[in-house]
């Protein structure tokens, strides 16, 4: 049956709050320590001019939400998008914060980045202004306090620009000691081996251990990857190398199918020298961009933006698992759609948390003066990875939930335990 009901779309904060607040209901949550985790700890607005490659100087806005550092120092992205506002910042680091804390590491969680569309700019044009925006968040950030990333069209070498400038803004004798500022670094600048992997290993490995459970393998399943950045390419790559076969892609220029399937690596080379986009590429037919997420197939991975199922377009899905690669793409009521049509929702905080795993490989790798190759790296994120899920699993059996409500009820409760054991200052 068509869903023909007019919907107002949530937002990520409304979406992240409702799952946070869920949860608290389900645990039972000390309501001062809910008090606390309901809300940010920092909300840093900075506006900064940037001169331009015509001379004339643009002013632009930054953000950096830091939501909980109860479990160590804040971690989280920075992302170069027009969606970029200060309400989609405390969404997205609120996730962090149970995306971290499910995963078992030391952090806790933040995210920010500029409201900009980064198209538009030459490589120069984003080298002054990635530099002018670490400028202005000055001691907001530190490799023992704030410790950015890349995310949605961020990418090492912006990662390289923040370490080199803030650096550059501190003592000579510190500045061995603050490598570790921003994780996602190229390799030559201490970046770790495998980090521009580990995200979409990680969804890779989900869909897997999932199927596992259910004695299937990816042998010759079908799957729709929406957004082919870093992460759905990635798990493109594994899956397909797993048997499995693309058969569409979604950006924002174009929607592409093959029933015979894509190969990952010719639209990757196809999409190099066009910023990104899959447009144009001759291994696909382009199709109706309302018609993807209707696709028949076993598996849909939106990897794009938060927000991309809901009750529009949700009852469409005749897949049996979405894996969400992005952080927040399905909002309540397409979540709802999904579970009550028995849709297993595998949740961002899991499904996409190889990347923090691998930022936090590197992290300690700096930290320690270490060096690890490629194999160690994924060996260790695959473990990381294999133990969270299994833990998950238990409590999806143990209390007969979906998979997203067992993974927040072992986030929100590792952090509750913290502030149980440290008390509340004073």
């Not at 930054?62 to 309400?87: E, F, M």
């Not at 538009?120 to 002018?132: C, G, N, P, V």
């Not at 500022?181 to 989900?206: M, N, Q």
């Not at 209390?399 to 913290?418: G, K, P, Y």
Request: charged share 20%.
């Amino acid at each position: 049956m068509i869903n023909t009901k007019k919907v107002i779309k949530q937002s990520m904060y409304e979406t992240v709050m409702n799952q946070f607040n869920n949860t608290a209901d389900i645990i039972d949550l000390n309501p001062n320590i809910r008090k606390i985790l309901g809300i940010t700890n920092n909300e840093i607005i900075v506006h900064f001019p940037v001169k331009m490659d015509n001379g004339n100087v643009e002013v632009f806005t930054g953000y950096r939400v830091q939501h909980n550092n109860a479990l160590g120092p804040y971690k989280g992205g920075l992302r170069y998008h027009d969606t970029v506002d200060i309400d989609a910042a405390k969404a997205l680091a609120m996730w962090m914060t149970w995306k971290t804390s499910l995963a078992g590491l030391p952090f806790g969680g933040a995210k920010g980045g500029i409201k900009i569309d980064p198209r538009k700019f030459s490589d120069s044009e984003l080298e002054r202004i990635t530099r002018r925006f670490t400028y202005a968040l000055g001691e907001n950030i530190g490799p023992e306090h704030d410790i950015p990333a890349p995310d949605v069209n961020t990418n090492p070498q912006t990662m390289a620009w923040i370490v080199d400038t803030f650096m550059s803004t501190i003592s000579s004798s510190e500045r061995s000691h603050n490598q570790h500022v921003v994780t996602g670094k190229p390799v030559g600048t201490g970046g770790l081996e495998g980090r521009d992997r580990a995200t979409g290993f990680g969804v890779y490995l989900s869909i897997k251990l999932l199927l596992e459970t259910r004695n299937q393998t990816l042998k010759d399943k079908k799957f729709i990857v929406q957004g082919f950045g870093n992460v759905g390419y990635w798990a493109s790559h594994f899956l397909t190398q797993d048997g499995a076969k693309l058969i569409a892609v979604q950006d924002a220029h174009a929607s592409l199918y093959n029933a015979k399937g894509i190969d990952t690596e010719a639209l990757v080379q196809h999409c190099e020298p066009r910023k990104g986009s899959i447009q144009g590429f001759d291994g696909a037919t382009e199709m109706n961009a309302d018609e993807f997420f209707g696709l028949d197939c076993d598996i849909v991975i939106p990897a794009a933006l938060g927000n991309q199922i809901t009750a529009e377009n949700a009852f469409k899905i005749k897949a049996t698992v979405v894996a969400e690669g992005a952080n927040g793409p399905t909002d309540k009521e397409g979540e709802q759609m999904l579970l009550e049509n028995g849709v297993t929702i595998i949740p961002d905080i899991f499904c996409n948390s190889g990347g923090v795993i691998g930022s936090y490989f590197e992290w300690l790798q700096n930290r320690n003066g270490e060096l690890w190759q490629l194999d160690e790296v994924m060996a260790k994120i695959q473990k990381k990875l294999t133990e969270n899920f299994h833990k998950i699993h238990a409590e999806v059996n143990k209390r007969d939930v979906d998979w997203r409500t067992a993974a927040f009820i072992l986030a929100i409760s590792r952090v509750e335990t913290a502030y149980k054991q440290r008390g509340i200052f004073p």
